[in-house]
């Protein structure tokens, strides 16, 4: 379902001032026949990737990662969001993803933060996608938080304990972390 993807064109890498947990941040754009999306891949300590997407024409909508556009182009570029994480594994073969799946906005509709559609598409997605062999998935439902962690990283149980502590630290006002073994 999720398997077709479009080629993608890096627009720039913005390095972070303070990297001490968040690094950097790779910004890919894609075309598809519904419009254009801007992908963001950001890279954190201990090999560990999110990435997140919105639609263009959003750019400075302070919602850009919310709002659902009806346009057909979802699956196209989820797959195209999957074809880029590959990409990362296989240059980097330690990596660790995430993702935060943030409630759908339409119209005057916002759906709750937990256990969003979003987080249940991206969750069955990521597993299908990637499996478990080489990667262990945990989850918080609460928040519709996903972390992928790579089994050979010094120790998963440590690199959750990690991006979960960092996180809610982070946006303490979003957050308040509890991932669990899926």
């Not at 195209?80 to 073969?93: D, G, K, S, V």
């Not at 979003?118 to 609460?142: C, E, L, P, S, W």
């Not at 304990?161 to 979003?174: A, G, H, L, V």
Request: charged letters at 20%; one cysteine or more; hydrophobic letters at 40%.
């Amino acid at each position: 379902m999720f398997n077709s993807w479009l080629p993608f064109f890096q627009l720039t890498i913005k390095n972070e001032e303070d990297a001490s947990f968040h690094i950097k941040t790779f910004i890919y754009r894609v075309k598809t026949s519904k419009g254009n999306y801007i992908i963001h891949v950001e890279e954190y300590i201990n090999n560990f990737y999110a990435i997140k997407f919105y639609p263009v024409r959003f750019k400075r909508h302070p919602d850009k990662f919310n709002i659902i556009v009806k346009n057909g182009a979802l699956q196209v570029v989820i797959g195209t969001c999957l074809r880029i994480l590959l990409e990362f594994f296989l240059t980097n073969p330690d990596a660790s993803f995430g993702f935060i799946a943030t409630p759908t906005i339409v119209e005057d509709f916002i759906e709750d933060k937990s256990n969003n559609q979003r987080y249940r598409i991206y969750k069955q997605v990521m597993q299908n996608f990637f499996g478990d062999q080489t990667f262990a998935h945990f989850a918080d439902i609460k928040t519709s938080a996903y972390l992928m962690v790579n089994k050979s990283c010094h120790s998963v149980t440590d690199l959750v304990r990690e991006m979960q502590e960092k996180f809610s630290d982070m946006y303490p006002e979003i957050f308040d972390l509890q991932f669990i073994q899926v």
